[in-house]
């Protein structure tokens, strides 16, 4: 189902990757993965997260501390979805924690694929599962056909919505996962002198979707160490965006309680 990044004809396997019939070839890495993210593509020489920082969010996630943010992306909707052979993309899949539990849920029957800018994202995620196809990416150009997909996923991601408009088919479904008002609010106290007014990054209303139904994951997680405390500060914005006095103040704790609050839109493409 993968299209050159450079002319967006089909892709095909060759022995040791993939090419169109123009003559572009994409080489898989050792762990399975492929990059279709052309040098001219790129807004810096190493885009997305660095190494270290795709690091922290796989020790910190494998902790657990968002498991319920997952439980509340596989109820409902999605539950309907996975009881059937699908197509399923995880648009900014960072290191695959959200993308290997949507398609176990599936008990593998679907068609999955992961996409990230970040090439140490997806080398991380490649060695979770084999059977999902790992691509490096941009969400504003994505490697695959119009109408081609079932399910689209962005969790804390830089949504394009026309590009998911365009990859979904009639009818296919878009769920956006973002943080809600009081997310991190007890760390966000700690980092900033102030907090500005909370507003969704984009409205309610979606060109060529409609709202479907709105859920949340809210819960109390106990960070209980420093160590904790840091990999979480660095999967946020705040970890470039807060001013240093407040970076250090975090820094000195060793345990912190913060108020998790997730909001999960569901949206129907017309």
């Known amino acids: ?8 004809a089909p892709l095909s396997r060759t022995a040791s990757g993939l090419s169109c019939p123009n003559g572009h070839s994409f080489d898989f890495a050792k762990t399975g993965y492929v990059n ?3 040098v001219q593509n ?23 501390l968002y498991s319920p943010i997952v439980e509340e992306i596989l109820r409902s ?15 900014g899949c960072g290191e695959g924690y959200y993308t ?16 990230d800018i970040s090439k140490w994202a997806i080398q991380s995620a490649s060695k979770r599962s084999k059977e999902i196809a790992w691509v490096v990416g941009s969400n504003a150009r994505i490697p695959l056909p119009d109408a081609s997909l079932d ?7 830089f949504p394009i919505f026309e ?20 997310h991190l609010l007890e760390m966000r106290r700690i980092l900033y002198p ?5 507003t969704l990054p984009y409205g309610e209303q979606l060109a060529g979707f409609k709202p479907a139904e709105v859920t949340t994951a809210r819960y109390l997680a106990q960070l209980s160490s420093q160590a904790q405390i840091s990999q979480l500060l660095s999967m946020t914005p705040h970890q470039h965006k807060s001013p240093k006095a407040g970076r250090d103040a975090l820094s000195k704790l060793e345990r912190l309680d913060v108020t998790v609050d997730v909001c999960l839109r569901w949206y129907q493409k017309l």
């Open 1 to 8: 189902m993968l299209l050159c990044p450079l002319d967006a």
């Open 36 to 38: 279709l993210l052309p």
């Open 42 to 64: 790129k807004h810096s020489k190493d885009p997305g997260d660095s190494k270290a920082m795709v690091s922290a969010r796989r020790e910190f996630l494998e902790s657990g």
């Open 77 to 91: 909707r999605s539950a309907d979805l996975l009881s059937r052979a699908i197509t399923v993309l995880d648009a």
């Open 100 to 115: 290997t539990r949507i398609h176990a849920a599936n008990g593998g029957g679907s068609r999955v694929f992961g996409i």
């Open 151 to 157: 399910w689209l996923v962005c969790t804390f991601g």
């Open 163 to 182: 590009e998911f408009l365009r990859v979904l088919k009639p009818g296919g479904w878009l769920l956006m996962v973002d943080p809600g008002a009081d």
């Open 194 to 198: 102030t907090l500005k007014s909370f």
